[in-house]
């Protein structure tokens, strides 16, 4: 088990009896190791003191090989229990006396030279015997050490049974102020824990002083207050949004069943459309066909009659024949307009990017017929390309020029003007004449099928030219208007929406 | 019938009929003319069979004037059968009609027309029309071989 995953108690408690532990272990140890160092100190010092005043003591019966008397200094030793073994040598390192009398002197080493060493219970000694600051023999002194290391060891007793009663009392204490710190952490995950199973957020943590743990149990209940809220807030979105989902759905159910029945009613229309638009190809197929062959056959008879069998005709006659017959024109021409138109407005656009000024050139070619015994001043500036259908273009360009043509008819000297303006950021398209005009306020009138501005023995027309460009500018998105003055001239300009926008192009 | 038949005249409208009748007699030509009034008399007349089995297939027409709009089969439908059988497809057919309709023009095309033509409305250029037809048609072209018109 790694330690951050032992209980918080616990750890208190290992952190505390650790450190604790360690001090204690430090200065017992400490304290043992001096005691132990001052003893062996102390030892040797007693010992060599007790060493050398008997080598004093024994100098003289050294001095004069006096066996007796150093037997006799040495049996005093006798009242020292500690002292194991003691014997006296002379220079040559023969033994003079030892002590205990009884012991074989084959117990006693050979004389050393002085010094002393530690063996293991027991101290061995050499001192130099001197008379007169010369070295004349030598003592050797054993001390037994048991006794006193039977002192030490108690002492080393003492010293553990008082790290023993330290470390319970530090146990005791540490677990108990392990208490302090951890139960509001422990009371804090409790109440923690239980807010996340049963999602109380009333609940509250006990507080238990006002340090950190403190500040931290009111920080936790202020955050519980503040979920709390939260929550409440959440919970009653969560109800708003549940119950805009559900309107949303029903909105959704019912835009998909709209949508349903839109489809349906749109397949329906087309369907409906489509026969429309194949009821009104058969019908101008129909008015094409039929329309046309009797207005050719009357007009066919009308002139045999007229070429043939003029001579029985007479002058009111040929008249009537002559009337039959431009009226048969008119026919023809209305019928061919009104096709037109209608075509028009079943036309599929075919866009293209379209230099307009070949354009223009190709509606004048046109018109040649109606052109080439009058007199006109053109004034034609070169035009920008346009993205639009070649075809229906050069058309709103054949019936303006033919229209400017036409009213200009009682001028001497005709003028038509076409260009270019800029309108709304885009290209707009004019077409100006010096004619008879109009009076800007049938200016209404003006684009409507089949209304005229003039009678038929002024102008001839049919009065769909310009509801047919109308219907070609609508078309492309684009508008068209016309300004007029009665008997100074008229100018229709046009625009063709997105299509005329930028690019110059001449 | 004698002579040769030279032109077909496939009209239901007695008014077109008589007009172009008058065009082509003025050019001398009406005598070579048949005329069939609906589209299955022309398919009899070109299939050599009903009422003009005893015709053949070695001797068509010079040219089928064909009108489109017709009683119980249109020209358009004629042509098709003209032009997809070996006997007949090498017939020169010419519609003429007063259609504008783009459709007509695209499919008599693809059908294999040999020519195809606008009446005009007004009646001096019909004639012209009628004329330079009647002279193109049967003195300048070249008709078809008989061994055009293989047996199958």
Same mark, same amino acid.
């Given at each position: ?181 951890? /139960? ?71 835009? /998909? ?29 129909? =008015? ?30 040929? /008249? ?122 049938? =200016? ?28 070609? =500018? ?33 | ?57 070695? #001797? ?37 009609? #007063? ?54």
């Amino acid at each position: 088990m790694k330690l951050s995953d032992v209980p918080i108690r616990r750890k208190l408690t290992i952190v505390m009896m650790l450190t604790s532990l360690v001090a204690l272990v430090l200065t017992a140890g400490a304290f043992t190791a001096y005691e132990f160092v001052s003893f062996r100190k102390n030892s040797l010092q007693s010992a060599q003191t007790i060493a050398q005043i008997t080598a004093a003591q024994t100098s003289a019966a050294v001095d004069f090989d006096d066996e007796r008397t150093a037997h006799d200094i040495l049996a005093k030793l006798h009242a020292e229990p500690a002292i194991l073994q003691a014997a006296v040598y002379d220079r040559s390192g023969k033994l003079l006396a030892h002590h205990p009398a009884d012991s074989p002197a084959s117990n006693f080493p050979i004389s050393e030279e002085p010094g002393s060493h530690f063996e293991a219970s027991a101290l061995r000694i050499f001192t130099p015997v001197e008379l007169d600051n010369r070295v004349i023999g030598s003592l050797y002194m054993k001390w037994d050490l048991r006794p006193a290391y039977g002192r030490f060891r108690l002492y080393g007793l003492m010293v553990f049974c008082v790290l023993l009663g330290s470390s319970a009392v530090a146990l005791v204490l540490s677990h108990w102020l392990q208490d302090r710190i951890s /139960r509001p952490i422990l009371e804090l995950a409790a109440t923690a824990r239980s807010i996340s199973f049963k999602r109380d957020y009333l609940v509250r943590a006990k507080k238990f002083g006002n340090d950190e743990l403190g500040s931290l149990t009111d920080g936790f209940n202020h955050m519980l207050t503040q979920i709390h809220q939260r929550d409440a807030a959440l919970h009653e979105n969560q109800e708003k949004l549940q119950h805009a989902l559900e309107t949303a759905e029903r909105a959704a159910d019912a835009v /998909r069943a709209l949508n349903g029945e839109l489809e349906q009613r749109v397949e329906r229309r087309t369907a409906e459309l489509q026969s429309a638009n194949r009821e009104l190809e058969a019908f101008t197929y129909s =008015v094409s066909h039929d329309l046309r062959s009797p207005l050719r056959h009357i007009d066919a008879f009308a002139q045999i009659l007229e070429e043939e069998h003029e001579k029985q005709l007479s002058a009111e006659g040929k /008249r009537c024949v002559s009337r039959i017959r431009g009226g048969v024109q008119n026919m023809g021409n209305l019928v061919d307009d009104l096709l037109n138109l209608s075509r028009v407005g079943r036309a599929e656009l075919q866009k293209e990017l379209v230099p307009l000024s070949p354009v223009v050139e190709e509606a004048l070619a046109d018109l040649r017929t109606e052109t080439k015994d009058r007199v006109i001043e053109w004034s034609i500036a070169p035009l920008p390309a346009a993205y639009c259908d070649r075809g229906l273009v050069k058309q709103i360009f054949v019936n303006l020029i033919s229209n400017s043509v036409k009213y200009t008819r009682p001028r001497l000297r005709a003028v038509i003007e076409i260009g270019s303006i800029s309108i709304d950021g885009g290209n707009g398209f004019f077409v100006r004449d010096n004619g008879v005009g109009f009076n800007m306020k049938y =200016v209404a009138k003006l684009f409507g099928v089949f209304q005229r501005l003039h009678r038929p023995e002024e102008f001839e027309g049919t009065g769909v030219g310009l509801a047919t460009v109308q219907r070609i =500018v609508h078309l492309h998105g684009g508008r068209i208007w016309a300004e007029a003055e009665l008997d100074k001239g008229a100018t229709f300009y046009f625009t063709l929406g997105q299509a005329s926008l930028p690019e110059k192009m001449s | 019938m004698s002579e040769p038949i030279e032109i077909l005249l496939v009209e239901d409208n007695p008014n077109d009929l008589e007009l172009t009748l008058h065009a082509l007699e003025k050019h001398n030509v009406a005598n070579k003319i048949h005329v069939v009034r609906d589209g299955e008399e022309a398919l009899d007349f070109l299939f050599c069979r009903g009422a003009f089995s005893h015709r053949t297939f070695e #001797s068509p027409p010079k040219v089928v004037l064909l009108d489109l709009k017709l009683p119980k089969i249109d020209g358009l439908e004629i042509l098709r059968a003209v032009k997809s059988d070996p006997r007949t497809k090498a017939v020169p057919i010419v519609v003429m009609t #007063s259609s504008k309709q783009q459709r007509d023009l695209v499919e008599s095309y693809n059908c294999g027309v040999n020519s195809y033509i606008q009446k005009p409305i007004n009646f001096t250029e019909f004639q012209e029309v009628i004329r330079q037809l009647g002279y193109y048609w049967l003195a300048i072209n070249q008709s078809p071989p008989p061994s055009a018109f293989k047996q199958p």
